[in-house]
C-alpha cells in the first residue's frame, strides 16, 4: 500500500509540475474545450502547441485513452488505470485480459502495477511506438484495449494528421466497445458519399446516426478533410454524454475503496450514494523521481471513487487536517487545519480545495 501512495504522490506532484499550455480555443469552442477539461477528456501528456490544428494519429490515441479513463472516473490514463483496466475489463471478443499472453514473466514475483510495467516495457505492437515515454506507452495501451489499429507493415504513424473519415472510424469503434447497443448501421447519405472510402464508409454511419460526427454546414461530410485538437474534444464530449451512463463499472467501489482505506494516513473516509471519499494525511512523502525538489513534508490528499472503479484525487500540501464534516446536500468535506485553525472545505462535485478564511 505504501507503493500505491508513493505512486500517487509523484503522478500528482508530476501533473502539477506541467505548465499551463499557452494556447487559446478558436470562438465558439471556449466551452467545449473547459467541459473537456472538467471531465479529465484531454490529450495529457502530449504537449500541445495549438487547438486549431490537425490532431494526430497518436494524439488521437492519447486522447480515446483519457476519454475511456474519464467514463470510468480517472483523472487520467495513468498506471492505475491501466492495472485497473486490464484487470476488471474484458477484451473486444468479450474474453479477461490474461497477462500470459503478452508476457511470460509472472506478475506475481513482483512488478509493480503489472500491465503498466508490460505497456511502458515489454509490449511492442507498432514498430514506430518505441521507448517507455509516457505518450508512446498510451498508444500502445490504445492498441491492446482495441480503440486503434495499425498500418500494413506494423506501422502506426502517430505522427500522421487525421483526416474526418479516418476519426469516423476510431470513434465508431469506441461507440461499439462501449456501447454496442447504440451501434446504428443504416445509411446516412451525404452529397458527398461518394468520396467516402468503402472501409470507412459503416464507421460514418455509426456516428452519423449516433449524432457524434454529421456533416459541415454546406451538407457535405468532406471525408478526407483534417480533423482539428478543438473539434476532436467537441466530437468527445457529445461521445461522453452519448456513454456516460452506458458502461458498466469495472469493478465493485468496495475494491477501489479498499486499496485506499488500507493504505497509511487516512483521517476521513465515507461510503457514499454515488461514489466514496477518503482524505489522507502523509508525513515525510517519498522523493519524486521526475522533479529535483522533494515532496514537502505533510501532504493532505482528497480521492474521490467512481461507482464505475476510477479515481481522482486533489492535493495540498502542508497541514494537519481536523473537524471534519460532510455536507451532503451541497457535496463539500469541511475541515480545519488543526494549529493554524483556518477552515476549508473539498468541493467533490468540482474537485477543488476552497480556503474560507
Known amino acids: 500500500m505504501k507503493k500505491i501512495t508513493a505512486f500517487i504522490l509523484c503522478f500528482l506532484l508530476f501533473f502539477s509540475s506541467i505548465p499551463v499550455q499557452a494556447l487559446e480555443a478558436s470562438p465558439g469552442f471556449t466551452q467545449v474545450v473547459e467541459k473537456a477539461v472538467d471531465r479529465c477528456i484531454n490529450l495529457y501528456p502530449c504537449e500541445i502547441d495549438s487547438y486549431q490544428r490537425p490532431i494526430t494519429r497518436g494524439e488521437f490515441a492519447v486522447l480515446s485513452v483519457n476519454f475511456v479513463a474519464a ?10 488505470f491501466f492495472q485497473t483496466y486490464f484487470t476488471y475489463h474484458n477484451d473486444a471478443s468479450g474474453q479477461p485480459y490474461k497477462y500470459e499472453n503478452y508476457f511470460k514473466w509472472p506478475a506475481q514475483y513482483g512488478t509493480y502495477m503489472p500491465w503498466a510495467y508490460l505497456l511502458r516495457h515489454e509490449y511492442r505492437p507498432f514498430t514506430d511506438v ?23 507493415g506494423g506501422s502506426y504513424e502517430p505522427d500522421r494528421p487525421i483526416r474526418r473519415q479516418e476519426a469516423a472510424i476510431m470513434l465508431g469503434r469506441i461507440i461499439y466497445l462501449y456501447g454496442p447497443q447504440l451501434v446504428n448501421r443504416q445509411p446516412v447519405t451525404y452529397p458527398d458519399s461518394a468520396e467516402i472510402g468503402e472501409g470507412p464508409r459503416p464507421y460514418v454511419d455509426i456516428v452519423s446516426n449516433a449524432n ?18 478543438e473539434q476532436s474534444l467537441a466530437t468527445f464530449n457529445r461521445m461522453y454524454d452519448l456513454l456516460e451512463e452506458q458502461v458498466p463499472p469495472l469493478c465493485d467501489i468496495e475494491i477501489s475503496f ?5 493504505g497509511d494516513g487516512v483521517c476521513y473516509s465515507e461510503i457514499l450514494e454515488n461514489y466514496a471519499i477518503i482524505c489522507r494525511y502523509l508525513i515525510d512523502g517519498p522523493m519524486n523521481p521526475s522533479l529535483e525538489a522533494s515532496i514537502p513534508s505533510s501532504y493532505l490528499i482528497f480521492t474521490k471513487i467512481s461507482k464505475k472503479g476510477g ?35 473539498f468541493d467533490a462535485k468540482d474537485m477543488k480545495i476552497v480556503p474560507l478564511s
Open 258 to 262: 479498499k486499496k485506499y482505506i488500507e
Open 130 to 152: 518505441p521507448g517507455t515515454g509516457a505518450v508512446n506507452m498510451t498508444i500502445r495501451g490504445a492498441q491492446l484495449m482495441g480503440l486503434v489499429r495499425g498500418q500494413r
Open 212 to 229: 457524434i460526427m454529421r456533416g459541415k454546414g454546406d451538407g457535405k461530410f468532406h471525408p478526407t478533410d483534417y480533423f482539428t485538437i
Open 71 to 80: 467514463l470510468y472516473g480517472f483523472g487520467s490514463a495513468g498506471d492505475d
Open 311 to 345: 479515481d481522482r484525487s486533489k492535493s495540498m500540501p502542508g497541514m494537519t487536517p481536523a473537524n471534519f464534516r460532510w455536507d451532503a446536500e451541497n457535496e463539500r468535506l469541511y475541515f480545519t487545519d488543526q494549529y493554524e485553525e483556518r477552515a476549508y472545505y
